[in-house]
C-alpha cells in the first residue's frame, strides 16, 4: 500500500508561481517513474509531467517551458514547480506512481484571470 499527500495548491493570479509536493510513503518510491496529473472541472484527468527514477523527464505540450518536474528520493517527494501560471492551469492536482492505481486527495490549484 502506497499513501500520497499533495499538498502546495493554491489561489495565484496568472502569471505567478506555485511550487507542489507529494509526499509518498513506502520505500519503494524510488523504483518509480511519478506522474503529476490535473484535472479541471468538467474534463478529464490528463498527464501534466512524468519524471523516471533517474530523473528524466516528460511535459506535456501546454506546460512545457513553464513547469518543472523534479524529486528527491531521499525524501520521497516528487515536486512540480509551476511558473507563468494560465487560467487553463486551474485544476485538482495529483500524482500518481506509474502503473499503480494509487492516488492522493488531489491539491487545488487555482488561476485568476
Known amino acids: 500500500q502506497v499513501q500520497l499527500v499533495e499538498s502546495g495548491g493554491g489561489l495565484v493570479q496568472a502569471g505567478g508561481s506555485l511550487r507542489l509536493s507529494c509526499a509518498a510513503s513506502?520505500?519503494?518510491?524510488?523504483?518509480?517513474?511519478m506522474g503529476w496529473y490535473r484535472q479541471a472541472p468538467g474534463k478529464q484527468r490528463e498527464l501534466v509531467a512524468i519524471?523516471?527514477?533517474?530523473?528524466?523527464?516528460n511535459y506535456a505540450d501546454s506546460v512545457k517551458g513553464r513547469f518543472t518536474i523534479s524529486r528527491d528520493n531521499a525524501k520521497n517527494t516528487v515536486y512540480l514547480q509551476m511558473n507563468s501560471l494560465k487560467f487553463e492551469d486551474t485544476a485538482v492536482y495529483y500524482c500518481?506512481?506509474?502503473?499503480?492505481?494509487?492516488w492522493g486527495q488531489g491539491t487545488q490549484v487555482t488561476v485568476s484571470s
Open positions: 519524471i523516471t527514477p533517474h530523473g528524466s523527464t
Open positions: 513506502g520505500s519503494i518510491f524510488r523504483f518509480y517513474t
Open positions: 500518481n506512481p506509474d502503473l499503480t492505481p494509487y
